[in-house]
Every structure is written in C-alpha cells, then in structure tokens.
C-alpha cells in the first residue's frame, strides 16, 4: 500500500510531480486550489525552471528533482547517447538540478547524487531500464521521505491536545496529512487548526489550508499581521512549521514570518515544535544564503499590482528562528532540544 | 494658509471627505493608488455606511463624520424642517454617525457632539447660514487635528537620525505626511522608510508607501510576515505608529500587527514610538470592544478569493499593545511614558 493513500489531494505523488509518458507533470501550487494545472516538463531544464519559478514548493521540489532525473534518463534515450555519454548527461543533470536553489541545494543534492549513484552502480542495459530504475529510486525515495514524515507527525500529533488549537505556518506539507491523520487516530478529531496565510505566495491560505480542510479537519486562516494576536484569543495550544533547514546549533531557517511567529509563541508561553532532521551539512549560520526573491511579488496581488509607480520591495524568501524560541526538533528519531542535535546523530 | 498645503494628495481635505454642492465626496481608500474614486454621500446616512464599508479610514472617518454633519443641516433645508425639526435631526444624526464604529465611536462622538454644539448654541437664521456654520467647524475641526498633529511629526521627526530608517504600520495618515514635512525642514531628506503591507485593507502597501512617495522619500514594501527579520536585516532605527486608542494605563489600540511589530522591535532593541493623545473616556482595557470585521476580506485579495471552499477565516481589525512594548506616546503636548498618561491631563 503507497504511504500516501487517504492524504490531501496535493500530497498524493502524481499531484506533487510524476515522471509518465516521457514529461514531468509538476501540479503548479502557484494558482491552487483556484485552478488545478500541471506544468509539464519535456526536458531536465524545464524542471530546474519550474522549480526556480517555485511552480511547486516545500517538499515538492525534491519529488521534482528525483523525477527530473528520471526525465534525464529518459533524454538520453531519445538522444540516443551510449553508456559513456549517459553518465556524462546525467552528471550534468544532477549538476544543474542540484543548484535551481541555494536555500535547498544541499537536500537537493543528497537526492540527485543518489539518483545519479543508481546510474553508475547498476548493470542496466538499456536506456529503459535505466528509466526504470531511477524512476524506483525517485518512488522509494519520496516514500521514504513520507514514512519519516509520519513518524515526526505521529510524535507531533502527541503534543496537540484534544479539542485544542494548532497554529502552522507557511506549508509544512506531508507533515500537515500525516499529522491529521495520526489525530485521528488518536481520537482528537476535534482538533482546529489556524493558519496564517503567509504572503506573498500564499502557501498557509492556499495549500495548508486546503490539505487540513481535505483531511476534514476545521481550520481557520489570518493574515500575516494576526498571528501575535490570535495565538492569544484563540488560545492557541502549539505553534509548528516544518523548516527548509535546521543548522547543527538548532537555527531553523524556514519560510520568513516563522522567526517573528516564534517570538510571539514564546512571549505567550506557548511552545514551538519545528519538523525535519537537523542538516548533514550546515553546522551553523556561517554557511547559509538567505535567497532574495521578486520584489515584484511582494508589490503584487494573485497578479494584480497595489502599488504606486516608485514604491520599491524586499522579498527574503526566509528567515533565521534562534535555537533559544524552538522547543524542540521533532525528528524521525524522537524529540531533540535545539541544543542538543548532536544527540540525533550519536 | 491652509494647513494641508504640499501635503500628499490624498491628505488633502478635498481629498479625504468634502461637503459641496449638496453632497459628501469621500475619496475611496479601498482602491487607492490603483483606482482615484469618490464615493458620493446623498445623505448622512450614506456617510455612516461608507464609514462601515471602510471606504476611508484611520483620520478620514473624522472628517467625514464632521462633513456627514454639514450634510444632515443640507437634509434639513430639502426637508424644510423648521428650527425645532432641524435641531431633532441633527441630534439624530449626530448619533448614527456616532455610532457607525465601535471602536472609534468615542472620538467621532467628541466631532459630531461638537458639531452639534454649534447647532444649538449659535443664533441661525436659515438653513444656508447653519450650513456654513457647520461647514466652518467641520474645516477648523481637521485644521486643528492636522495641526496637533504636526506637533507630533515634528517631535518624531527628532528622534530619526540622518540617514537613519524608519518602520511604519498600517496608515498613521496625517503624521506620515507631517513626519516627512519636518524631516526635510531638518535636513534629512537622506530618511528610508519601510512599510508592512498590512494585510486585508493595504493600507501598509497602498496609503501609507503612496503619500512617503509623493512626498519624495525613499520607501520599501514588506509584507506582514516580515517585518521581524527586515528590521534587523536592514537596521531599523525606530518604529511608529498611529493608534486608533490610546488607554489612559497606555494601551495601545491600533490595527492589528501593531501588537507583533511592537513585541519583535522590543525584541531587537527598537524604541516604538506610538503617536496620539491618551482617551478622554477609556481609563483602561475593561471598555475596549475590539471590532470583527467581515471574514470574506481575509479570503481574498483584491476581490480574489485565494482558499478552498469550507476554509474559514478570523478578522480582528484592531489588536492591543500593552504599555511594555511601548517606548513612548507622542502627543501635541510632548512625549510621555505609556504608564505616566496622567501627566498629560495635568
């Protein structure tokens, strides 16, 4: 049975990103739920844009770039290339998804050099073969990454109590359905959720909000302003959001507003569980970029401007939440303080 | 002179509300820069509905109030009601308009109650000179206010430095076009500003970014979920607010955000700088009723709905900052301490 069976319908893999027929179809979460499309993919570059035009985002992008390794692979056969060439192609197809983001690029990377690792470790004899097996590696992968994903919602499920409230911010993903489904299974169907809608691209109102609403769970949205307010009114049990990534000395980098929310949780003693394994790579700060998107993003509405000619924008993609307002990293291993990540690697 | 002279254009009085020719013309707020429109009142209660609507805010709802007033003495001269009928229904109208929002209502009844002293107290002799009678409070009334308000602009323009930058939320109105006013009398022209959306209404995106543009300084749009990391990032030297109350054990009521950015700029070290006169009526919190506005706004934007049917929404349009956050109240009469307003009466 696929992990990802009774999940929201954007959590199912075919609506996240899925190599079939030659192209990569890669569901665009820029305009869901008020349209539901599919940007497809023809060659390994396409998905590196699409993934550079954040057509999919969250956990998405590492599904589309398993799945672009397999549209790689299926490159080389329509480009007739011999063994030689393949591996050369593929290299270079890991090379270039690898890097379609700096914040991601380390994650992104683990998931093409073991793509690219099937290639060169494998007998395969033809280039359909070669399809098949990378395409099992992107499956098994991605099925991986959600039974991990469980784990840390089963654990996070625990933390919520019945009837209570959960704030989530920007689109934890995988871990909003499996957290859903472990409160059902637990009994606390009665769980409400409020999401704040996480402006520009609206991942809280429009993602979030919808896979809670999918899992028929109650949930509320509010503007990026509220927060600091709600959480207090509501009374609002947990605050938790998934991370892009968590330095080795507990730094979560995650989608801006999560620092500013995390301030507020702590001011009103209200915890903050921030999801996902502490980075293999980053041991600090020293090492991270923080992207600077389209300022026009931020001076836009679903497309329409608000503005006067003259008036300019910052977009940081991300923000820094110091290990000191984290509660704890739930992990597939278990709950760790943010000072202490050198346990989940023991 | 008139006080609003080489002000932006939409702190013009012709621009915020105006009797003429029979009718209030309010600018519209809500589509501001994108469209310039007027919404035309007929009758009084025309004005207590745009007030509802929001189709002007923050200082704006005052002057239509005082010109909703010159409109209800134009209502009596079609009616032809006589000198008794006319003083009923400028005491009725005077409490609709009054009343159109809770949380105004307290300084909106301070105009119209005044505006209605002049009915009774002066000696008219036809509905014309009532009229101009009414007309010349409605026009002293926003001279005084603009000019208090200046006092306060110029005493927040001493606390920016040259060169320094400043964040501002939602629309403080008057005082941004004062603040900019006295900082070019000071010298620095040199002063960025930095303004959060402030989501439903814009006002951050729209009003406020509009009239520091036309008064030709440097400004940046963030949206809500920002503002935490951007004032670290980009070295806000102070931030400032307008408030739509404040208690007199220093409670500051003001659109929703205010309480976060307050808590993340005390956070960083950032003085807060509220401007306004302590209430004449709210000794504290115990009669503060916070309005809920319509939930269909936090689902859209710019008139798009952004979420899935059956998601829901929360609308607070106010949130409360307590004294602790807040490093000082500008008044007209100099800056006080937020648990020292009793010295302001004195």
Redesign the interface.
């Known amino acids: 049975m696929r992990v990802d069976k009774d999940l929201a319908f954007i959590l199912q893999f075919e609506n996240v990103a899925w190599f079939e027929d030659g192209v990569v179809r890669i569901l665009d979460r820029r305009i869901y739920?008020?349209e539901t499309e599919y940007v497809v993919c023809h060659t390994h570059h396409d998905v590196v844009k699409a993934i550079q035009d954040m057509v999919t985002q969250s956990g998405g992008p590492y599904l589309a770039a398993s799945m672009g390794m397999v549209l790689a692979a299926h490159e080389c056969k329509i480009k007739n290339l011999d063994k030689k060439e393949t591996i050369a192609f593929m290299r270079e197809a890991a090379d270039a998804i690898a890097n379609a983001r700096p914040t991601t690029s380390s994650r992104m990377k683990n998931i093409v050099d073991q793509s690219y690792a099937k290639v060169i470790e494998n007998d395969w004899h033809n280039h359909d073969a070669l399809i098949e097996l990378v395409k099992e590696y992107a499956i098994e992968e991605v099925s991986g990454r959600y039974s991990r994903i469980e784990k840390m919602g089963e654990q996070l499920a625990t933390k919520v109590p019945k009837g209570g409230t959960v704030m989530t911010q920007c689109f934890a993903e995988t871990i909003v359905g499996m957290l859903c489904r472990h409160l059902k299974l637990q009994g606390k169907e009665d769980v409400k959720f409020?999401t704040?809608?996480?402006?520009?691209y609206?991942q809280g109102?429009?993602l979030t909000?919808?896979v809670i609403?999918?899992m028929g769970f109650?949930?509320?949205?509010?503007?990026?302003?509220?927060?600091?307010?709600?959480m207090k009114?509501?009374k609002v049990d947990l605050f938790t959001s998934a991370s892009d990534m968590i330095t080795q000395d507990g730094h979560v980098i995650n989608?801006?507003?999560t620092?500013?929310i995390a301030?507020?949780a702590h001011?009103h003693g209200i915890p903050y569980y921030v999801t996902g394994a502490p980075s293999t790579i980053h041991k600090d700060l020293e090492t991270i970029e923080i992207e600077e998107r389209d300022h026009n993003d931020?001076?836009t509405?679903?497309g329409?401007?608000?503005?006067?000619d003259?008036?300019?924008?910052?977009?940081?993609a991300f923000?820094?939440t110091p290990p000191q307002f984290c509660s704890g990293v739930i992990t597939e291993k278990g709950i760790f303080s943010p000072f202490d990540l050198d346990s989940y690697f023991k």
Do not use: C, W
């Open positions: 739920p008020m409020i704040p809608e996480t402006r520009p609206l109102a429009r909000a919808s609403n999918d109650d949930v509320h949205v509010i503007t990026d302003n509220m927060p600091g307010y709600i009114e509501k989608k801006v507003g620092f500013q301030v507020l001011y931020v001076l509405h679903l329409k401007k608000a503005t006067m003259g008036v300019k924008a910052y977009y940081p923000d820094i």
